[in-house]
Every structure is written in structure tokens, then in C-alpha cells.
């Protein structure tokens, strides 16, 4: 009970992460971005076309789906704690009621582990579907070229230069892309540009590193306008950001979280199963030991009587002889009774 507990306690952390600092968790995929060169995103005048920030606030609001998976890790570590708080006391108390509980409680734990492992594991499941899709809408909503006052713009443009991505599913999630550009010539101060994707899609190794031929303002404005059609193809990235990032948290981090939920998963079947035997093993009715034994009676020692020796005369069976003075000396020494 007292690793699971433990285990409910871990849960309970990494939930309350997951759904009120989920911002952490995406700056830690974008590691990379200190080593790309950005000098081929700013024009002549200092306007950049691909803006970025590493510090993504840690509230960041990316659709329902963040609180909702937050959520459910948090709902399992309750559980898991509950279950371990009640497992102990039934234990403890051989209570029928509790045990029943326990199981029930340990059963719904274990069934939203199951899901969070679907979750872990596979990326075509209702819940990617539904987050693929406010993603979707909100690239839709609030992504723009400048991103001067959209938090989501600069995120996005991170995530897609250092993963190497480009929108949500691919490449075909962007439309109506425009820049409106503008020139120190006094003879034309504005352009409106067109591009067919974001020019933080186009390939960081060919636009974004120091000694590269293409990382300049012209040709990644080019790249953008020409975006996944024609000679453009092999200058965008083609994959979909969120499948580029669930095989990175994969990779980094999926044999570790995948580790921890079936070690969890089997730890609690095994108490399902010791709960069970539990409520159908009688209890131990220990007998109570025996009484002490009656203390001894005291002995009362009387004082011991002497009776006084009674002398018994001795029968003599002859006369004694007699001492009486007389002439005839045979006959004063004879046993004759007188």
C-alpha cells in the first residue's frame, strides 16, 4: 500500500503539470532553437516574417484537450492515493464494506490507466482526433504572418522551425496567408505578399543555419510563396506538427511514461486480486488464552502436640524373688508364690 501511495502522490504531480504548466512541457521540446540562425527572417526595415520566443508562458492556451488529459492523469492519482488510504484501513480492520470499496475504487483507477496508455501509445484515437482539431482551429483563428500581438504565432513558428514541421496535420492546414511588408523607399512605403505557408515551414538545415546558401530575407520569402508546389517541395517541411511531436515525447519519453503505467497497472491488479481473497477469507478468531490459575490456599501449620510417653508395666510371668529374712534358705531364694 505504501508504494502506491507513493506511485498516487507522483500522479497527482505530474497531472497538476500537465494541466497548469503544460507551457514548461513545450519549452522543453524547443532546446534547438538557440542554435538556428534567424537573420533571414528580418527584411531591410526589421520586420521579421517568422517571429519566435522560447519562454512559452506556462498557461498557454491550446484547446481543451490540455486540461482535459491534465484531468485524467490527475483523476488517476486521487485514485490511486484513495485506494491505497482505504486498502490499508480495510486491511487493518478486516472490514467487508471497505475491501468492496477498495476494489471498486482500484478498478476505476486501473481503467483510466488503460486509457491514458492508449493515449501514450497510439496517436489515431478520439482523443489526438478531437486535439488535432482545436489545434486546427485555433492555427486557423489566430495565426498570422507577423504575429506581433499572438502569443500562438510565435509558439507555433518555434515549434515548427525546430521540429522541423509545418502545421497541425501537414503543409495543407494554412490559407490565406499575407504579410504586408514595408519599404524606407518613399516611392512605395507598403507590399502585400501571399504565401502559401509560413516561412518558418520552410527547412531549417537549408534557411536557417549560418553557412547555408538560401538563409536570406529573398529566398525564404520565395520558399513561402512557393510553399509545397512545384520545385518547393524539398524547401518545406511536408509532416504534420503534431505527429512530429508525439514522436519526439515518444521517443524521449515514451518508454519511460509507458514503464510507469504498466508497472502501476499490474501493481494494482495484484491488490484487485489480494482484496479479493481478503473479503472471502474468513478471519483468524484468535482464542482467548486461558485464565490464570487460582492462587494457592494458604497453609495454615498448628502447632505440633507432644503427648507425654504413658510407661506400660511389663508383664513378668515369674515372681521376683523375694527378700524376705527366713531360716530355710531354699526356700526364701524359690519362685514359689506365698
Known sequence: MAISLI?????LAMGTVIKFNFGKLVSG????????DLSSCKSATGQSICPVTK???EDIDLGDWVHLIGTFVILSGVLVTVFSAIGFVAALKHSTPLIVLFIVVCLGATSIQFYLVQVATSEENGF????????KHKLNNEYTIEGTKSTFTLVFNAIQMTLGCCGINGVRDFNNLSFVEKFSDSKQTISTKSFAVPPSCCRKNRYFCTSCTDANYIALTRCA????SGTGTSAVSSKGCYRVMFEQVSANSGHTIMGILLFIIVWEMLQIVLGILVKFTPPVVEEPPPPPPPPPEPVISLPKIVEPEIEEEKFVAHARPSTFDHPDVNRIKSTEIW
Not at 7 to 11: A, C, E, M, P
Not at 128 to 135: D, E, G, I, R, V
Not at 225 to 228: E, F, H, L, N
Request: charged residues 20%; negative net charge; without cysteine.
Open 128 to 135: 489526438h482526433n478531437s486535439a488535432k482539431t482545436q489545434l
Open 7 to 11: 506511485w498516487g502522490i507522483v500522479i
Open 29 to 36: 521540446q524547443l532546446e534547438e532553437l538557440d542554435t538556428l
Open 55 to 57: 519562454k512559452v508562458p
Open 225 to 228: 510563396q512557393i510553399g509545397a
